[in-house]
Structures are given as structure tokens and as C-alpha cells.
């Protein structure tokens, strides 16, 4: 998903010299979503999107709504389907309220590059 493929993207902070940012996809549009996606992520120098947490509700066959934890060291199991998790906007908060957790876990078990997985 490149950034224009976004609903909206803003920046939640910065840790180091790296900067994350929120951006959500709201289909077919933020009045009537009806299937949404909202990462956090932060980009390298060349422009490639590194995610590092992103909930959706993409169907499964464990269910709908789920969040996506990249930050997770590889091997572990980063699809969680236990969330107490309604909507788009309940996501974005998740995201937005530990963004920091996420983020420090990410650079931490992975670096600044893309998962290897």
C-alpha cells in the first residue's frame, strides 16, 4: 500500500532517529467504512514502508478484525484475533495509545530494516 493509497497518514512521533507514522485506509470512504486497515510503520531512506503494527479487518478463517504484530521476534505467532477491537476508529486508537511499545519492540527485535520473514 503506497501512501497515497492512504485515507489520511499523519506522524505519531519519533524514537531515535526514526520517525513512525499512522496511516489508515478506510474503504469506500471514512463516512462508510466498510473494511478498513490502519498501520503503524515508519519508512527507510529509499522509501520502502517498514510495518510495524497494522489492524484490520481482512477476513480469516479465525475471524475479522485482528492486529498484525511485526514487532514480534521471528517465529512467534504475529496474527492476534483476541482484541477487543469494534471499528476503524477503536484501531487507530489501539495504535495510537501504544505506539511507543510497538515501535521500541520493533527496533529492538528487528532493527531499521523490514522483517526477514
Known sequence: ???????????????????????????????????????????LCDSTRVEVAKVDNSEHHEGDIHIDRYYREL???????????????????????NWTHYAQTYLRNHGKRPRSD
Not at 19 to 38: K, L, M
Not at 76 to 82: I, M, T
Open 1 to 43: 500500500m503506497a501512501k497515497s493509497d492512504f485515507t489520511y497518514v499523519y506522524e505519531v512521533g519519533r524514537i531515535r532517529d526514526v520517525v513512525f507514522h499512522i496511516g489508515a485506509r478506510h474503504t469506500p470512504s471514512s463516512t462508510n467504512v466498510e473494511s478498513f486497515a490502519v498501520i503503524l510503520f515508519f519508512e
Open 75 to 97: 517465529g512467534s505467532d504475529f496474527k492476534d484475533f483476541d482484541i477487543d477491537i469494534d471499528d476503524c476508529w477503536e484501531a487507530e486508537e489501539k495504535l495510537k495509545q
